[in-house]
């Protein structure tokens, strides 16, 4: 079994899937192959994946963490073993509507206002362009565009570059984070350190890992180990870090259910709530969000104070 991982381990990178979906993907399959008591997966067919999603939604997971089990197993069989499974689309699980957690915009700023240094940027960064937690975790030094008042999100959901808006009042904070970061960055460069890149540019690019611009605007304080490379390397902040900024910071300002997501619903209704022309507004939200299509967009006009009052109030 292991050298069936170890094929579609390396048949994932060749496609240039992210470490974590293929990580994903990997303990799916694993899952999967234990469920049916060490089979062989060329030896099971679309009954024994129906099976095993089955066993899933009896074990109350979410219809989306049983599609992402299906598309690990799906992408097995179809890239890996060469296995056309009949039907198998059938199996997918219907994902529910659900409106987002909205904060208010004076819920937000309570939350944001209990942090302070590079966690209360990042949380001001979310909720003030709305980018979701990694993406904001992953910018670099040419991701920000002082002159156009844009950020650069790269390979968004969906491996999708997209602009979305700068917050003016960030401009000084994000400028005198950068001067500070420098000391950072020249210490690297003098002992040798390189930081993280995407899609192995630094074979393409060989000084891309030390040059400023390449640089991530959130760091890890230490060097981490790259899990394909074994290179020791400058990573940017782990997740966890801002997660639970945000959770202290919520329980401080008494603002029940907030977390990083929270703040990208949050900017999306605020954009709505304060344009006037709401056709307009959601077009170009749409390009902000990233969004593949208007209907998605369109969820946050549930949350728009409406003209029509309710009968109770005459």
């Given at each position: 079994?292991?050298?069936?991982?170890?094929?579609?381990?390396e048949h994932l990178r060749m496609k240039n899937y992210s470490y974590r979906t293929e990580e994903t993907y990997i303990q799916w399959c694993?899952?999967?192959i234990k469920f049916h008591k060490m089979q062989h997966p060329k030896d099971l067919a679309a009954r024994d994946v129906e099976a095993f999603l089955t066993h899933l939604a009896q074990s109350n997971v979410a219809p989306s963490t049983q599609n992402q089990a299906f598309s690990a197993i799906l992408y097995l069989y179809k890239n890996i073993l060469n296995i056309q499974l009949i039907g198998i689309n059938a199996l997918r699980a219907r994902e529910r509507a659900r409106l987002p957690r909205v904060l208010s915009h004076e819920d937000a700023l309570k939350v944001i206002n209990a942090m302070s240094g590079d966690t209360k940027l990042m949380a001001q960064i979310l909720y003030g362009s709305g980018l979701r937690l990694m993406e904001c975790l992953r910018l670099r030094v040419k991701d920000i565009d002082f002159a156009h008042k844009k950020i650069i999100v790269?390979?968004?959901?969906g491996d999708k570059d997209r602009a979305t808006i700068?917050?003016?009042?960030l401009i000084p904070t994000l400028e005198a984070?950068?001067?500070q970061l420098k000391a950072l960055y020249d210490y690297d460069v003098k002992v040798g350190?390189?930081?993280?890149?995407?899609?192995?540019?630094?074979r393409k690019y060989k000084n891309a890992g030390s040059n400023w611009a390449?640089?991530?605007?959130?760091p890890a304080p230490t060097l981490s180990t790259d899990p394909r490379t074994g290179e020791r390397k400058r990573h940017h902040l782990h997740e966890?870090?801002?997660q639970r900024a945000i959770k202290t910071a919520a329980a401080v300002a008494k603002v029940p259910n907030v977390s990083p997501h929270v703040f990208r619903h949050s900017f999306a209704t605020r954009i709505l709530e304060k344009a006037k022309n709401k056709i307009a507004a959601l077009q170009q939200l749409k390009e902000w969000m990233g969004h593949n299509s208007i209907q998605t967009t369109q969820i946050y006009l549930h949350f728009i104070e409406s003209d029509i009052a309710s009968p109770l109030d005459d």
């Open positions: 079994m292991s050298k069936l991982l170890t094929q579609m381990r694993i899952r999967y790269r390979a968004g959901q700068l917050p003016a009042i984070h950068l001067a350190n390189v930081v993280s890149l995407p899609d192995a540019l630094d390449w640089f991530y605007i959130f966890i870090n801002l």
